[in-house]
């Protein structure tokens, strides 16, 4: 997320490939919605403070839901600064829905290196 958002800032790029030759799609999503950097300093805090994690206990879960509304809260008054009472309602809308893009990426790269890290220890296995 912050490799694809700081490529754009630059308007020398608009293309970022990753080592596998894949383009991220984060990218897409931060050009299509002209993301400044107060909105994604925001959402990344929100994409950070996920309670869902795995693994967490229910006061960590609790603490983080309690973050993540704060930064939710403080990207909606930005929105509605920057656009204007009926559009930043609008904007906000536009934002949230890169979440789940964001997520599935990042899942995509982990299970990329889990294969690549498997495949070493298999090669080396047979040495």
């Not at 839901?65 to 990207?75: A, D």
């Amino acid at each position: 997320m912050t490799s694809a958002y700081f490529s754009i800032s630059d308007p020398k790029f608009d293309v970022l490939v990753q080592p596998t030759n894949a383009q991220q799609k984060t990218l897409a999503c931060f050009l299509r919605n002209k993301i400044d950097r107060i909105e994604y300093l925001h959402f990344k805090a929100i994409m950070l403070c996920n309670p869902a994690v795995s693994n967490l206990t229910l006061f960590d879960q609790h603490i983080l839901g309690v973050e993540r509304n704060k930064y939710l809260k403080s990207m909606y008054n930005y929105c509605q600064h920057q656009c204007g009472k009926v559009q930043g309602p609008n904007r906000f809308a536009e934002i949230l829905p890169m979440a789940p893009i964001i997520e599935n990426q990042a899942k995509e790269q982990k299970d990329f290196h889990v294969y690549v890290k498997t495949r070493h220890m298999l090669q080396h296995e047979e040495c």
